[in-house]
């Protein structure tokens, strides 16, 4: 059994977990409501509700804030993604698996995540003073590419890739033609003769089948 000092120890860390959780879920729904800029500390305290004086014992500045959800969204994907390199079967058959979980990722349920990732990217594509806040979140994303990249090396070796393309053209490709629609995506949401978005699936199937049509060697069709 846990003595009364390490018992106070969980159950403060529990608390201060449970705490950064529900202020990053509303700094989110916030997010993708009003924008980041509009989006103010007070009125995500309000949100919470917390006072305002620890939201920024969590969460010094909102920039933090931005960051560490789009950090979080990301990450809970790369386990999954991880997950997925562990199973059994070929390169081709696990990027296959790979491209139906990020086409999941695009569903209804997740329309705030995907909200949410496009207004960090606007955000994090302007010059900023403070360059290190971002290193949580590259970080991650520099480990989701890394493991694509492990995927299709993998697959060269296998057989199921073709070994006559370059790795890092094939992967950056992939990141940012799914990444631009993705984008689109988020922006439909916006737009009320977009609301219908019956087709979005559809198309990202598309692509998958081009990628890995691609990725496959001539003659294993």
Request: include cysteine; charge should be negative.
């Amino acid at each position: 059994m846990l003595d009364a000092k390490s018992r106070y120890e969980q159950e403060r860390r529990s608390i201060k977990s449970m705490r950064e959780e529900s202020i990053m879920e509303a700094a989110k729904r916030l997010f993708v409501r009003k924008g980041f800029d509009k989006t103010t500390m007070q009125e995500i305290a309000d949100e919470v509700p917390l006072g305002i004086a620890t939201i920024f014992r969590y969460f010094p500045k909102k920039e933090k804030l931005i960051v560490a959800v789009a950090s979080a969204i990301i990450a809970s994907q790369s386990e999954v993604f991880r997950s997925v390199s562990e199973i059994n079967g070929n390169c081709l058959e696990k990027l296959s698996y790979l491209f139906d979980l990020f086409i999941s990722f695009h569903q209804e349920k997740h329309r705030e995540n995907i909200q949410l990732i496009e207004a960090f990217d606007s955000w994090a594509y302007l010059p900023h003073e403070q360059a290190d806040m971002l290193e949580e979140y590259h970080s991650i994303f520099e480990s989701n590419k890394l493991l694509f990249k492990m995927l299709i090396e993998q697959g060269r070796e296998d057989g199921s890739i073709r070994n006559d393309i370059s790795v890092d053209d094939t992967l950056m490709t992939m990141i940012n033609v799914f990444g631009s629609f993705a984008k689109k995506v988020s922006m439909s949401y916006n737009l009320v003769i977009f609301k219908d978005n019956a087709g979005t699936i559809g198309q990202l199937q598309v692509l998958k089948t081009v990628f890995l049509d691609y990725l496959r060697p001539p003659g294993n069709a």
